[in-house]
């Protein structure tokens, strides 16, 4: 109400144009969830960075206000957390990471220690890591992991969409493309691979963040029994 008087605009309408200015349909924190400000549906957050509740002073100051996914706003990932400590614990300062200001981006790493087989797939059967691009930038890439509990999210995404989905959405997308067909040998399944990956973009799909590393991973580091046993799973 009173960003509306003041303003003589609305939340709304400002988040809006946030998403069109920065080309985006995907949290722009974690990448793994979708950021739709659409009628019918509840507004997107807008997160006091700085907590509200712990710095009273910052509620209204317009730089501690930034529009997030919902799951990154609510409880267990940001919530009410104080930005500024390490946790509620030792509470140590931190240099916190702040939404607004430029960063070198992170990399993300996939790999196979044991490739899958009948057996399924444990938690010791793979590797996947995040760091930052700048190395000087370590404390705020920690804070960031920490507050959105990114890592966490992650390794999960991995565990409960990619691991039991993953070949049958590759399916559908060759299916669905007129001017591919299921590969006949491992060549032409790392080709199809490649026109698969280049369908995520991690501004307008969520979870390209972490399905780019895994798809890398199928295109230049599997083993050749591996995707022979694809090339001919998805044959049938």
């Known amino acids: 109400m009173f960003f509306e008087i003041f303003v003589s605009d609305t939340l709304k309408n400002a988040i809006s144009r946030f998403i069109v200015r920065n080309k985006i349909e995907v949290c722009p ?24 509740d712990l710095f009273p002073m910052s509620a209204v100051n317009f730089d501690n206000l930034f ?105 559908k997308f060759i299916e669905r493309n007129p001017n591919l067909s299921h590969a006949n040998d491992i060549s032409e399944l790392k080709v199809n691979f490649s026109h698969w990956l280049a369908s995520f973009d991690i501004n307008y799909v969520a979870g390209s963040m972490v399905y780019i590393p895994f798809i890398n991973y199928l295109i230049y580091n599997a083993s050749n029994a591996y995707l022979y046993s694809l090339c001919e799973n998805f044959k049938r």
């Open 67 to 171: 529009p997030l996914g919902s799951k990154c706003n609510e409880r267990p990932a940001k919530g009410s957390k104080n930005i500024l400590i390490d946790n509620r614990f030792t509470k140590n300062r931190v240099q916190a990471f702040y939404p607004y200001l430029a960063h070198g981006g992170v990399s993300t790493s996939f790999s196979f220690t044991n490739e899958p087989t009948i057996s399924g797939i444990a938690d010791h059967d793979w590797e996947f890591s995040l760091s930052p691009n700048d190395v000087r930038e370590q404390n705020i890439f920690e804070s960031w992991n920490l507050t959105l509990n990114i890592s966490i999210r992650y390794l999960d995404y991995l565990r409960m969409n990619i691991f039991p989905m993953w070949e049958d959405r590759y399916k």
């Open 29 to 52: 924190l974690c990448g793994i969830e979708g950021f739709l400000n659409l009628k019918g549906q509840s507004r997107i957050a807008l997160d006091h960075w700085l907590c509200k």
